[in-house]
């Protein structure tokens, strides 16, 4: 073989290994929230304080009451992956209507708004090399006005959660929403939407 030929027979390898290395594409953006428009049960947040549901046919939203002693606070934990950019969204109104998200590595991002129209709020949040959960959680202040929340989204790449949270890891956790009976996740559970 000449060394021309060994060269070029080198250099095919390298590019097809380079191939090979970059064929995988990456996972797709999906959205991680369960319910964040609460048009649906099982209501998948965990609530402290006065929270109602408020709306019309499929236009729900979600209205907190914070006190003296609660800022009427809401959260779901959503399953992520290491070393991630995530962006979470929300539509909110009212004074000190805060959305964030917090992980066990010290993830630690959180937006607000006093605007008593709905307006969109978004904070980017970056995971750590271990981190596998997220906590996704919105509120009021206290002793404040009431605030609603209408939409809450958290997308990134991922694997889309199964309706009911995933039985078999860490999950969001299943609680009754406000006035609504709600089943605990399981591996046959769907979701009913609310007209």
């Not at 290994?17 to 048009?39: H, T």
């Not at 904070?123 to 209408?150: C, I, K, S």
């Not at 990134?156 to 959660?161: L, N």
């Amino acid at each position: 073989m000449s060394a021309l030929t060994a060269a070029a027979a080198t250099i095919g390898l390298a590019s097809g290994a380079g191939f090979a290395a970059g064929a995988a594409d990456p996972l797709p953006r999906v959205e991680l929230v369960l319910n964040g428009a609460f048009n649906s049960y099982p209501w998948m947040w965990t609530c402290d304080g006065d929270i109602r549901t408020s709306g019309v046919p499929h236009d729900h939203y979600v209205s907190g009451r914070p006190t003296a002693d609660s800022t009427a606070r809401c959260s779901q934990r959503v399953r992520v992956l290491p070393n991630s950019s995530y962006l979470l969204q929300a539509t909110v109104r009212g004074p000190f209507a805060f959305v964030g998200v917090t992980g066990a590595a010290g993830e630690n991002a959180s937006t607000w708004s006093g605007q008593g129209s709905w307006n969109n709020l978004s904070v980017r949040v970056n995971t750590g090399p271990e981190t596998t959960e997220l906590t996704v959680y919105f509120h009021g202040w206290y002793e404040q006005a009431p605030f609603d929340v209408r939409w809450v989204s958290l997308t990134g790449p991922g694997y889309e959660p199964r309706p009911c949270g995933e039985p078999d890891g860490p999950s969001p956790t299943a609680t009754d929403g406000p006035g609504s009976p709600s089943p605990s996740p399981s591996p046959t559970c769907w979701r009913t939407y609310i007209p």
